[in-house]
């Protein structure tokens, strides 16, 4: 169906080649996940499927790419709309019209599909993704999870036979991501679609997939297989692959449910030892922010409804819950946003919405879901003077807080063209120069790999060894579960779950990490939990 | 309120031209009277029809913004009358502002002087009849949805249209952007006010404004934008430009038709070539089109009338200046209460029609079935949050 042949592709002006000779063939009716580290043209890969790359993007293509006996040398992206549906990374980005109904109807419009066969197709795409309550209504109210459903049935209305999608699930709260994935699955299934997804967060993605392409990135060749063949050798796996490879389970597990049925022994064997909570040291009597009563309302919908919080010195939060549940705007209300309040937050002795600017940073740090918005200037270099300057710090502060956070970032380059990795380390750094007491992250993780993950993770528990208390929002069950100390679960704006993180995520079946669900009912919530406990129970 | 439910079905938007039409008659009668009476009328007809078809969408709470300007238009009228009204009508001196001697140069212009009663009225009955024709299209911009009066575009516009579309939809978007860059702004501890503050925002907004269009240029182009064989580039081409100078002639035209007295009366010669070439613009360019239309809105009897309410309404206006029936000018150089001419009353009075006629799109189906939305998300737009309340 998809047969890319010799394929290098170079970005103008770049030195390397992001696609290096990339031979493969994508059969039809399969679902095909492609994982790699960020920057390895993961991208760049799925956008010359449907000839984006190069006719969009510019930059030398090599070989060819021929889709369903289409080359995208001869056909420019919108001439292959009808073979190939292609659904980017921010739904909200790509919508063109205001309905849903429309934007269904949109990409047929420009095929010039027959009206009554239109019409047909609209109202079998309602009802293929359970749209139909939402027809009538306005795409930008939609939540994500009902946005991302919204922009795949907009372009499978033009019934492509191939559907090529970019990190689909990354915005997406648990279940919402479920409901995306098994609706793919189904497209798989029924309609016999060939499916190409891209995904950074594996742990949901790898049962659903027939074959895993890894692009490894550096020039090496990429490896085709079967999912257990890639997860034995990939450097990026899902925490129940990492924990198979520990344990040394034959065949790798992929689901919870091999997993559990293997992991008898093991829960046995490491059932006396209780996990060994890393206990840093913490004084959660020195209260750095609370909220009182806490109610924002937008007009007549209310987002926060009577929450009381109190946040103590050198805690790590974890705010759970799912799209839209008022995570974002507690956090707003917490940096002293322009939000319309009743109750009281304090942070420190003040009220953050009172205080100057200049006189909030060294209370309160945010780091918003697009790190990008904090950033404005032209090179990381000259990022990190301006934060000196504006903060009233001794000069270099901001570029040896970057140092420890992340080292080896290049300071010449300009903040747009760094890694994800990198500008999120960038804006923590900016953020933490002045030293705030309260430093509050949302969506810290959406977009990074795992390595950057684990440094990120490194970086927060060293923050709060030195006494700040964090508090993130978070989609990422498996960062919550290896940072945070407590969680506390929102929904419909009201506080439902408030404690250890531990018990708070283990008896949840939307926000239990994998790890959990395997060895339920003891709470272990990590890999590397098992792995210590493994050590000292093997003298025993 | 619905006496003929459209075609019995569910109720439904009406057709935008409808509206369009509708309010366009109405302006159009509050541009032909300076009855204070009447335009009040006239007002009052819109705002009752407003309130009672609109729909739930962001635009359809817009009239109390008109409403507003309407306000404004006639105080910045009166106050400009009292400033510069030297020359205002002659009769009872209200007050006596001190003159503002001004160069030789500014003649023409006079600041101060004496105040009369009757100078004010006039200068509060224009401004009344400006303010009417502000609401008029206010209440247009209530009752339909932008976006459906755009499909009506014919396909030579197309374009045209979708980019207007697009502005349109990232209207809220900028909104939120510029309040999302102004919060991590402060964040940072910069200063948000003042033009060096301004600065900040509008480059961050603007950058991630261009970063937006990419990506929507990207899965415009990726589903089939611009599908079209080159050839037929070069006859759309004359067809765009033919619809486009037609338009522009029509504007002109219309200009003449409505003053008698400009344009030596060619007004109606233009207009009649300007829709000659409007039409063999549009039919050209429908022609090479490849593109169809989902379930473009219908024109049944519901727009019918609307459309014909207003148009009966110009009509009686017409009537009454034609038939020379006293009241649709009253003089203001003796304050006297005007007298109300009954014909134009009844007239504007038949523009209540789509109170009946037009029920309140889709109001009740939506909240009967929808599960309670997403809050936050809404939350996340809140200029958006009525839309699906």
Redesign the interface.
């Known amino acids: 169906m998809i047969r890319f042949e010799q394929v290098s592709f170079t970005y103008t002006g770049a030195a390397q080649a992001t696609l290096r000779q990339i031979n493969i063939d994508v059969p039809e009716g399969e679902l095909c996940l492609v994982v790699g580290e960020t920057g390895t043209g993961k991208t760049t890969f799925l956008r010359a499927m449907?000839g984006?790359v190069p006719?969009?993007s510019g930059g030398t293509l090599a070989g060819t790419v021929t889709v369903d006996g289409r080359t995208t040398q001869d056909n420019?992206?919108?001439?292959l709309?009808?073979v190939?549906g292609?659904v980017?990374q921010?739904p909200l980005?790509?919508?063109?019209?205001?309905?849903v109904?429309?934007e269904l109807?949109?990409?047929?419009?420009?095929?010039?599909?027959?009206?009554d066969a239109?019409?047909r197709r609209?109202e079998d795409t309602v009802d293929l993704l359970g749209l139909?309550?939402?027809r009538?209504?306005?795409l930008?109210?939609?939540?994500?999870g009902q946005q991302q459903r919204v922009a795949i049935g907009?372009?499978l209305t033009?019934s492509p036979r191939v559907l090529v999608l970019d990190e689909p699930t990354s915005a997406l709260d648990p279940a919402a991501a479920e409901e995306v994935l098994s609706t793919l699955a189904r497209l798989v299934h029924d309609l016999g679609l060939t499916v190409v997804l891209a995904e950074h967060r594996l742990e949901r993605v790898v049962p659903f997939a027939d074959r895993v392409i890894l692009l490894p990135g550096g020039g090496a060749p990429l490896k085709v297989g079967t999912p257990s063949e890639i997860m034995e050798s990939s450097p990026v796996v899902p925490p129940l692959v990492e924990l198979g490879r520990l344990v040394g389970w034959k065949p790798l597990p992929l689901t919870v449910r091999d997993a559990r049925r293997q992991a008898g022994p093991l829960r046995q064997r490491i059932a006396r030892v209780s996990p060994q909570v890393v206990t840093i040291d913490r004084d959660a009597d020195a209260e750095v922010a609370s909220v009182n009563r806490l109610r924002?309302a937008?007009?007549?919908?209310?987002?926060l409804d009577g929450v009381d919080l109190s946040i103590g010195r050198g805690e790590i939060v974890a705010l759970m819950g799912?799209?839209?549940?008022?995570?974002?705007?507690l956090l707003?209300a917490l940096?002293?946003?322009?939000v319309s309040i009743s109750g009281t937050v304090r942070v420190g002795s003040d009220d953050p919405k009172k205080l100057v600017?200049?006189a909030?940073?060294h209370q309160?740090?945010?780091v918003?879901q697009?790190p990008g918005?904090?950033l404005?200037g032209e090179s990381v270099q000259g990022e990190c003077v301006a934060?000196d300057k504006?903060?009233g710090l001794e000069v270099g502060t901001t570029a040896r807080t970057l140092e420890r956070v992340l080292p080896n970032v290049p300071p010449d380059r300009h903040p747009?063209d760094l890694s994800e990795g990198q500008r999120l380390a960038l804006a923590l750094a900016?953020?933490l120069a002045?030293a705030p007491s309260l430093l509050l992250l949302d969506e810290p993780t959406r977009g990074l790999d795992y390595p950057s993950k684990d440094r990120l993770i490194v970086v927060l528990r060293e923050l709060a060894g030195a006494g700040h208390a964090i508090v993130l929002a978070t989609h990422d069950v498996e960062l919550a579960a290896r940072v945070a100390d407590r969680a506390v679960v929102l929904a419909?704006?009201q506080v439902i779950a408030d404690g250890p993180a531990r018990q708070v995520v283990c008896h949840s079946p939307v926000f239990a990490p994998q790890v959990a669900k395997v060895l339920a009912p003891d709470e272990w919530l990590t890999v590397d939990e098992v792995r210590v406990a493994l050590e000292r129970a093997v003298p025993a | 309120m619905t006496l003929l439910g459209p075609s019995g079905g569910r109720p439904r938007a009406l057709h935008p031209l409808a509206w369009w039409l509708w309010a366009a008659s109405l302006a159009v009668c509050a541009m032909r009277t300076t009855n204070p009476f009447l335009l009040l009328l006239i007002g009052a007809v819109a705002c009752f029809v407003v309130a009672n078809c609109r729909g739930n969408a962001p635009w359809s709470r817009s009239l109390t913004f008109f409403l507003r300007i309407g306000v404004l238009v006639i105080v910045i009228r009166v106050v400009i009358e009292i400033v510069f009204g030297q020359r205002g009508l002659p009769g009872h001196v209200l007050f006596t502002l001190p003159r503002v001697p001004l160069p030789a140069w500014a003649a023409g212009v006079s600041i101060g002087g004496a105040v009369t009663a009757e100078s004010i009225v006039q200068a509060f009955i224009q401004g009344l009849q400006f303010a009417v024709i502000v609401v008029c299209f206010g209440a247009a911009n209530s009752l339909a949805s932008p976006y459906r009066l755009l499909r009506c575009l014919p396909a030579v516009l197309y374009e045209t249209g979708v980019a207007l579309t697009v502005a349109l939809a990232f209207t809220p978007e900028l909104i939120q952007s510029i309040a999302l860059v102004h919060q991590a702004r402060r964040m940072r501890g910069i200063p948000t006010k003042g033009f060096r503050g301004l600065r900040g925002i509008a480059v961050p907004v603007l950058e991630s404004a261009l970063d937006r269009s990419l990506q929507l240029a990207t899965s415009m182009d990726a589903r089939g934008y611009g599908r079209r064989s080159p050839a037929a580039s070069a006859s759309r081409r004359l067809a765009t430009s033919a619809t486009v100078l037609g338009l522009l002639l029509a504007a002109v035209g219309l200009y003449g038709v409505i003053d008698s007295g400009s344009l030596f009366g060619l007004g109606l010669p233009i207009f009649a070539f300007a829709a000659v070439l409007c039409g063999a613009g549009l039919a050209v360019g429908g022609r090479r089109t490849s593109r169809t239309r989902y379930r473009p809105d219908p024109w049944r009897l519901p727009e019918w009338l609307v459309a014909v309410s207003g148009l009966l309404a110009l009509a009686f206006m017409v009537a009454t200046s034609v038939l020379d029936i006293v009241g649709l000018s009253p003089s203001f150089s003796n304050l006297v209460v005007p007298p109300l001419p009954l014909l134009p009353v009844v007239g504007i009075l038949l523009a209540l029609l789509p109170v009946l006629v037009a029920a309140t799109p889709s109001a009740g189906k939506r909240s009967a079935t929808s599960p309670i939305p997403n809050i936050a998300d809404r939350a996340a737009t809140p200029s958006l949050h009525k839309a699906s309340a």
Do not use: C
């Open positions: 449907n984006l006719h969009f420019r992206p919108r001439d709309s009808d190939v292609f980017a921010n980005a790509s919508f063109v019209t205001e309905t109904e429309d109807a949109y990409t047929m419009e420009n095929l010039g599909v027959a009206p239109m019409r609209v139909h309550d939402l009538d209504r306005s930008r109210a939609l939540s994500g907009a372009v033009a924002v937008y007009g007549e919908v209310v987002a799912r799209n839209g549940s008022g995570k974002s705007t707003n940096s002293g946003g322009q600017a200049a909030l940073i309160v740090g945010l918003p697009d918005l904090l404005y934060a504006v903060s747009s900016v953020v002045p419909d704006g």
